[in-house]
């Protein structure tokens, strides 16, 4: 596995656990307090719903640990889907607040715009990095190993 998708993964791992762990263990602190430092990101958009945010707390954790397992095992497979799923969760998530900065100030807006795209980019990179390996021949074993 490439060194670009090591660290697309460890960027998609990291990124999910602190948003899997937080509202899965403490949803209304990450409703009112995400990304913290005193900034608001959910709160401003919309009334506080606990399945909601422990549902987002769960995907992010299932997310988080494909990743984590696509880099514990070196799995080219696994490190392809961990970054399908991060890009079909990223992707959609920057378009919708890329169309919704009303509620969020000039520093809010770039933060936000710049850390989901990071994280979709991840996703993306995760997925379709180069192996920096030649293709093997379309082989059932070969088609298996990777």
Avoid: K
């Amino acid at each position: 596995m490439t060194l670009l998708r090591r660290v697309a993964l460890v960027v998609v791992l990291a990124g999910s656990l602190v948003v899997g762990l937080w509202a899965q263990a403490f949803p209304r602190s990450f409703y009112d307090d995400f990304p913290g430092a005193g900034r608001v990101w959910v709160a401003v958009d919309g009334p506080y719903n606990e399945h909601l945010v422990r549902d987002v707390g769960g995907l992010n954790l299932g997310l988080a640990f494909v990743a984590g397992f696509a880099l514990v095992t070196g799995s080219l497979l696994v490190a392809r889907a961990a970054g399908g799923a991060a890009l079909l969760y990223g992707a959609p998530h920057l378009l919708y607040h890329a169309t919704h900065l009303d509620p969020f100030d000039a520093p809010d807006v770039v933060s936000l715009l710049v850390s989901l795209t990071i994280a979709a980019l991840a996703g993306l990179l995760a997925l379709a990095a180069p192996t920096g390996e030649p293709t093997p021949p379309p082989d059932g074993a070969a088609a298996v190993r990777r």
